[in-house]
């Protein structure tokens, strides 16, 4: 069964850093594209940043380049995403999310919440 | 950026009665590849997004019959024959052939009269 575990969402103040983590298992890891898909609770899904499978390319949405970084670990079957310069707006649940090459975007993870608050 | 549009963006639906959603891309959605990367995906109330459709009209393992997805080039429509209580829920298309950015629809809420 395919699983994406998230963790590493917290209440952290403006200006301030969080690394989240996903842990994958039940397929091979280091086949599969990933992204993270952000949500506002009660909003709609919008796209933050994806990696391809052996980690040599990455693409970021505008609104965080520069300041998010997304990486894998294949080792380890873990995705990653270093969040700095942190803002009010950064606060949403972040999805981990596969994607298989051909279909898309397909199986996603439970969430971490991310709460930029003074 | 490729913007997704759907409608309506509230949908009040009888039990046993059919339901439609459209999506409308700013631009053909076709790829070099010849494939329409449109997948369509359900959000149930406090759960992570779900997909149901990818490229179109092909059905996830264990996405029940009763949805279907059509359409090509700029309009897609996702279909449910017959609406369930388990169909609530908020569904959203999102387009993968021009990246980045892959956009999603602004959603759909699908609630029971």
């Known amino acids: 069964e395919v699983q994406l575990v998230e963790s590493g969402g917290d209440l952290v103040q403006p200006g301030g850093s969080l690394r989240l983590s996903c842990a994958a298992s039940g397929f091979t890891f280091s086949n599969y594209w990933m992204h993270w898909v952000r949500q506002v609770p009660g909003k709609g899904l919008v796209w933050v940043s994806r990696i391809n499978s052996d980690g040599s390319s990455t693409s970021t949405a505008d609104s965080v380049k520069g300041r998010f970084t997304i990486s894998r670990d294949n080792a380890k079957n873990t995705v990653y995403l270093q969040m700095n310069s942190l803002r009010v707006e950064d606060t949403a649940v972040y999805y981990c999310v596969r994607d298989s090459v051909g279909e898309g975007i397909d199986c996603w993870g439970q969430g971490t919440l991310v709460t930029v608050s003074s | 950026d490729v913007v997704m549009t759907q409608s309506p963006l509230s949908l009040p639906v009888t039990l046993g009665q059919p339901a439609s959603i459209s999506c409308r891309s700013s631009q053909s959605l076709v790829s070099r590849d010849g494939n329409t990367y449109l997948n369509w995906f359900q959000q149930r109330p406090g759960q992570s997004p779900r997909r149901l459709i990818y490229k179109v009209s092909n059905r996830d393992s264990g996405v029940p019959d009763r949805f279907s997805g059509s359409g090509s080039g700029t309009d897609f429509t996702l279909k449910i024959s017959r609406v369930e209580a388990e169909d609530v829920g908020v569904y959203y298309c999102?387009?993968?052939?021009?990246?980045?950015?892959?956009?999603f629809g602004q959603g759909t809420k699908v609630e029971i009269k």
């Open positions: 999102m387009q993968g052939t021009y990246w980045p950015p892959w956009t």
